[in-house]
């Protein structure tokens, strides 16, 4: 394990690589990378970045949005069969069925999309700033910055939110307005049961519950914090509570212990595991590396148009 670790390194140095994981990614990957976060956060890193090559650790979408934003550096995936089931329920002939029967409706997708979906929304969004984005076009009447995109100006126009019905749910509950919602979800979280919560909190009552927007409405109508896990992060940090369940994958865990060794964290079941993020090993990294294989890349075209939602949503978290 310590050679492998050596040599990645070694070549992080030598090929002036960054190496950016997901909070769900299996412990080791997580404490060899370079940063970890949810989405929202990684997006960020890789559009700051001055590093030639992109290592990402996470599922294909994440590596699509980060060739998105750095078109000028080389992003590869340890592994490229970690896909994400919630991104593939939904098709671009989806998304412009959608737009048929809604004419004029604005678009928010969910990052958890391919790079193809993106190409045909107007905005894109994560758990992280979803209701920020939804507050933004309710307040501006839905209406798109310099007539740009597929819809344009006009007072309280409909929202199609995509992919995921429970985070939809979610964000209409938060901001009052009603939402377009597709019948897509992440299979990981469904698993999240209110029994769940239910036991753990029998045996930790003095416990916080934390949940993702992502989990069902009766899970989340349960929590103390309804966050991204970058959220989850920042309020168990903040917090004086000294005991939390967690209603997110359960990879989460070893950071929240390893930044908070005073606190406790218990999962909210452990069927909570998302199998694509636990495809990257350390292994994988080091032979990424050393060929720089698996690279990711959206085809121009695509990558212009996804890059304008991708955009306004880096745009919106700018704001605060």
């Not at 976060?37 to 890193?45: E, K, M, N």
């Not at 290592?55 to 995936?77: L, N, Q, S, W």
């Not at 299979?187 to 209110?194: A, D, E, G, M, T």
Request: net charge neutral; aromatic share 4%; charged share 25%.
């Amino acid at each position: 394990m310590n050679d492998i670790i050596n040599k990645i390194n070694m070549l992080r140095k030598e090929k002036n690589a960054v190496i950016l994981a997901h909070n769900y990614q299996l412990p080791e990957v997580q404490d060899i990378a370079d940063f970890v976060g949810d989405s929202l956060g990684l997006s960020i890193q890789a559009s700051k970045t001055k590093a030639r090559l992109i290592v990402f650790c996470g599922v294909r979408f994440m590596a699509e949005t980060a060739a998105i934003i750095c078109p000028d550096k080389k992003v590869i995936m340890p592994d490229v069969n970690a896909g994400c089931p919630m991104a593939d329920m939904i098709t671009p002939d989806d998304v412009r069925k959608l737009r048929a029967e809604h004419p004029g409706a604005i678009v928010v997708a969910y990052v958890n999309t391919s790079a193809e979906v993106k190409a045909e929304s107007d905005y894109c969004c994560t758990s992280a700033n979803a209701v920020k984005v939804v507050e933004k076009l309710s307040a501006e009447g839905a209406r798109l910055p310099d007539g740009q995109g597929s819809a344009s100006g006009g007072t309280n126009k409909e929202i199609i939110f995509i992919p995921d019905k429970y985070l939809g749910d979610y964000v209409s509950k938060q901001t009052g307005k009603k939402l377009i919602l597709f019948n897509g979800y992440c299979p990981s979280h469904v698993k999240i049961l209110p029994e769940h919560i239910q036991a753990v909190k029998k045996e930790h009552p003095d416990a916080l519950i934390m949940a993702h927007p992502e989990c069902l409405p009766d899970v989340i109508a349960m929590a103390d914090k309804v966050a991204s896990t970058g959220g989850m992060i920042k309020f168990a940090k903040e917090s004086q509570a000294g005991e939390f369940i967690i209603g997110t994958e359960v990879g989460i865990i070893h950071r929240l212990q390893k930044e908070n060794p005073g606190k406790k964290f218990y999962p909210a079941t452990n069927l909570a595991v998302c199998p694509n993020m636990k495809k990257t090993t350390l292994e994988k990294i080091l032979w990424a590396m050393e060929d720089e294989k698996n690279a990711i890349t959206v085809p121009e075209k695509i990558a212009d148009k996804a890059r304008i939602a991708i955009n306004r949503m880096l745009e919106v978290s700018r704001m605060d």
